[in-house]
Nanobody, 120 residues
Framework: QVQLVESGGGLVQAGGSLRLSCAAS????????MGWFRQHPGKEREFVAC????????RYADSMKGRFTISRDNTKTTLYLQMNSLKPEDTALYYC?????????????WGQGTQVTVSS
């Protein structure tokens, strides 16, 4: 089992950047595929990106390619999401997830979420 705690959300102007972090507890972090999802108010949670257990492979939703970068540090049991060129439509609650599948990425554990708000 793994517990996930996100941080790094906040308010940023359009065109700006944020880096989200997800701290994981538990010694099995390095065995999980990790990912990020986001949820807009009143909408379904949507896939953002995922990364393999080693960090050697990544996958992104089309709308995030080239703007977002997912990474992980297994020695720190932490997952990251670097978000650049942010747009108002990126405003959402962002969730960290740990899973065991690649495509589609299916989450077994979720964090509580961190709010990202992009002003125009």
């Amino acid at each position: 089992q793994v517990q996930l705690v996100e941080s790094g959300g906040g308010l940023v102007q359009a065109g700006g950047s944020l880096r989200l972090s997800c701290a994981a507890s538990g010694r099995t972090f390095s065995t999980y595929t990790m990912g990020w999802f986001r949820q807009h108010p009143g909408k379904e949670r949507e896939f953002v990106a995922c990364i393999s257990w080693s960090g050697g492979a990544t996958r992104y939703a089309d709308s995030m390619k080239g703007r977002f970068t997912i990474s992980r540090d297994n020695t720190k049991t932490t997952l990251y999401l670097q978000m650049n060129s942010l747009k108002p439509e990126d405003t959402a609650l962002y969730y960290c997830a740990a899973g065991s599948t690649w495509y589609p990425f299916t989450a077994d554990y979720w964090g509580q979420g961190t709010q990202v708000t992009v002003s125009s």
